[in-house]
T-cell receptor
Framework: DQQVKQNSPSLSVQEGRISILNCDYT??????FLWYKKYPAEGPTFLIS?????DKNEDGRFTVFLNKSAKHLSLHIVPSQPGDSAVYFC????????????FGQGTRLTINP | DTGVSQDPRHKITKRGQNVTFRCDPISEHNRLYWYRQTLGQGPEFLTY????????KSRLLSDRFSAERPKGSFSTLEIQRTEQGDSAMYLC???????????????FGPGTRLTVL
């Protein structure tokens, strides 16, 4: 039962343009959502998060949007840079504090010069 | 480097052998997590410690798997009688409570890649 889904295994974007990564979830109990970035041979690195009481959170070039009614979130990266090429994981959690994260399958983003 | 460290980074073993992995969290973090990642999938939660107490275990963690955090610092994950299906990347993460509340930020180590022949 895949509670968090990233339906696009890969995405290719031109440098300087906007990258949009999508994520859907099924569990209504999830109330925190996160994006992690992973380079080869490294562990996932936290990027940005959003609580279910918000519908948008912004941090520099990265913005996460949450649509609770559609159970959908997206990560926007603008402008995209070559160093953004990585695998991006969407994750969700039910509750604050220390909670297990439920991850999606990941989307490989490639930024072309 | 004060990040999460894991040892070894790679382990190749034969089916039926026992293996043990170690995780050293960020020093001030009292919460430690283990995840497993197979090819083409995201990390899957295995277990979680707060200090030395193991507070949650996934159904994925069969009786061949055991994790410990004896002094509330480093943790070990042991797999007994390994099977080919155990081949995966084993990731450790640590976190500390946020002063402002909300969800902890989990910081991941580089992982231990296990290959069972």
């Amino acid at each position: 039962d895949q509670q968090v889904k990233q339906n696009s295994p890969s995405l290719s974007v031109q440098e300087g343009r906007i990258s949009i990564l999508n994520c859907d979830y099924t569990n209504s109990m999830f109330d925190y959502f996160l994006w992690y970035k992973k380079y080869p041979a490294e562990g996932p690195t936290f990027l940005i998060s959003i609580s279910s009481i918000k519908d948008k959170n912004e941090d520099g070039r990265f913005t996460v949007f949450l649509n609770k009614s559609a159970k959908h979130l997206s990560l926007h990266i603008v402008p995209s840079q070559p160093g953004d090429s990585a695998v991006y994981f969407c994750a969700a959690s039910a509750g604050a504090g220390a909670q297990k994260l439920v991850f999606g399958q990941g989307t490989r983003l490639t930024i072309n010069p | 480097d004060t990040g999460v460290s894991q040892d070894p980074r790679h382990k190749i073993t034969k089916r039926g052998q026992n293996v043990t992995f170690r995780c050293d969290p960020i020093s001030e973090h009292n919460r430690l997590y283990w995840y497993r990642q197979t090819l083409g999938q995201g990390p899957e939660f295995l277990t979680y410690f707060q200090n030395e107490a193991q507070l949650e275990k996934s159904r994925l963690l069969s009786d061949r798997f055991s994790a410990e955090r004896p002094k509330g610092s480093f943790s070990t994950l042991e797999i007994q009688r390994t099977e080919q299906g155990d081949s995966a990347m084993y990731l450790c993460a640590s976190s500390a409570p946020r002063v402002t509340g909300g969800l902890d930020t989990q910081y991941f180590g580089p992982g231990t890649r296990l290959t069972v022949l």
